[in-house]
Structure formats: structure tokens, C-alpha cells
């Protein structure tokens, strides 16, 4: 079945660095844009970044611009966030979500997520 | 950035009753908002696309309906599974944004 399954997520102290990864699996990675969607405790859902199915492009919030960077692999079937400077307000479950081919931009598949906690 | 404002924060209705929620744009989107689902502790679900399509597997009980800057999502008759959190998002302008979200509660 379709399948995305985020890792990478932990503790890490302001100012620090840490990869979240998404494996993918069930349909054609390679053919599909993907998003990286978050949320912080108690909170409501934030749009971080999407990359094209090729990663010929990538955007970003302007929460995270200069700081994350998006990244993919379609040998691997594999999404990555790369996350640096990292600080407290970017505590959340981190979620990777596919692009809905009917609507790009929407995402109709996600994953369970994985939680980054920035704290000292 | 277009910004989304749903009401009400907080609904509390019954099983059974009819659910009306609200997502308004602070520009037009014109058809390009969607609806999601999240229960605690679980990754949101896709609801509705371009404001009014069902996405696959969606009961006949929720629609969604509206154009430009007013929607509305309805749950025709709330079953127990429907008690969640709901968000619009939208697709029109970039960054691809969220409402801040509809508690659907048990009254």
C-alpha cells in the first residue's frame, strides 16, 4: 500500500543541525512532487517546503528559508529535510506528505511524522 | 500571503447533527481550497479538493461547497469517527497555506 514513513527526528540544542528522512513506498516516487508539512505542539499545520517530482525546484517558507533544504533521492525512494540553525520555535512533529496529482499542492498522502524538540 | 481564517474555533454538536464549518481568504482562491481531517495523534486526511470534489474513499456525508474568499465544509450527519480537527488549505497563491484549524467536539 501507498506508504511514506518519516525517521531523523530527536532532541537537538538551539543552533544545532539535524536530517529527517522519508521513505516512501506503494507508488511511483519518482513521478510525484513532495512536501514537507509541520506542526507544532498544540498547534496548527505549517507548510514548510515542496520539491519537484525531478527536484528540479524547491520552495520554501519563509519561516525556514536560508536555514532547511530540501532534498530527494528517486533511487531510494527517499525525501530529506535538512535542517541548520536550528531554533525552539522549530519544535514540531515534522510530516512528509505527497503532492496530489488531481491538485497540485494539496497532499493526499502523509506520513505518521517524526519529532524534532529544539531545547538547551 | 493569502491567509485563511476558519470558524468557528470550536464546535460542539451531537451524533447526528449537522456540521457546518467555515474557511474564509483573505484574497480570492477562486475553486483552489481543500479540506482536511486530523484526529489526535494521527497525520491529517484529505477531504475535499478545489472545494467542492470528494477525494477517494470520502463518505457522501461531507461536501464541500463556495468560490473566491468564503467556503464551507458539511457533515450531513455526524457519525462518532467525525470528532476531529479540520483545516482548509489553499492552493491559489504561494505558500500553499492552512486555516488554523475547526475543533469538531461532542457536545
Known amino acids: 500500500q501507498v506508504q511514506l514513513v518519516e525517521s531523523g527526528g530527536g532532541v537537538v540544542q538551539p543552533g544545532g543541525s539535524l536530517r529527517l528522512s522519508c521513505a516512501a513506498s506503494?507508488?511511483?516516487?519518482?513521478?510525484?512532487?513532495m512536501h514537507w508539512v509541520r506542526q507544532a505542539p498544540g498547534k496548527g499545520l505549517e507548510w514548510v517546503a515542496f520539491?519537484?517530482?525531478?527536484?528540479?525546484?524547491?520552495y520554501y517558507a519563509d519561516s525556514v528559508k536560508g536555514r532547511f533544504t530540501i532534498s530527494r533521492d528517486n533511487s531510494k525512494n527517499t525525501l530529506y529535510l535538512q535542517m541548520n540553525s536550528l531554533r525552539p520555535e522549530d519544535t514540531a512533529v515534522y510530516y512528509c506528505?505527497?503532492?496530489?496529482?488531481?491538485?497540485?499542492?494539496?497532499?493526499?498522502?502523509w506520513g505518521k511524522g517524526t519529532t524534532v524538540t529544539v531545547s538547551s | 500571503e493569502i491567509v485563511l481564517t476558519q470558524s468557528p474555533a470550536t464546535l460542539s454538536l451531537s451524533p447526528g447533527e449537522r456540521a457546518t464549518l467555515s474557511c474564509r481568504a483573505s484574497?480570492?482562491?477562486?475553486?483552489?481550497l481543500a479540506w482536511y481531517q486530523q484526529k489526535p495523534g494521527q497525520a491529517p486526511r484529505l477531504l475535499i479538493y478545489?472545494?467542492?470534489n470528494r477525494a477517494t474513499g470520502i463518505p457522501a456525508r461531507f461536501s464541500g461547497s463556495g468560490s473566491g474568499t468564503d467556503f464551507t465544509l458539511t457533515i450531513s450527519s455526524l457519525e462518532p469517527e467525525d470528532f476531529a480537527v479540520y483545516y482548509c488549505?489553499?492552493?491559489?497563491?504561494?505558500?500553499?497555506?492552512f486555516g488554523q484549524g475547526t475543533r469538531l467536539d461532542i457536545k
Open positions: 506503494g507508488f511511483t516516487f519518482s513521478s510525484y512532487g
Open positions: 520539491i519537484r517530482y525531478d527536484g528540479s525546484n524547491k
Open positions: 488549505q489553499q492552493r491559489s497563491n504561494w505558500p500553499p497555506g
Open positions: 484574497q480570492s482562491v477562486s475553486s483552489y
Open positions: 506528505a505527497k503532492d496530489f496529482p488531481k491538485g497540485n499542492y494539496y497532499m493526499d498522502v
Open positions: 478545489d472545494a467542492s
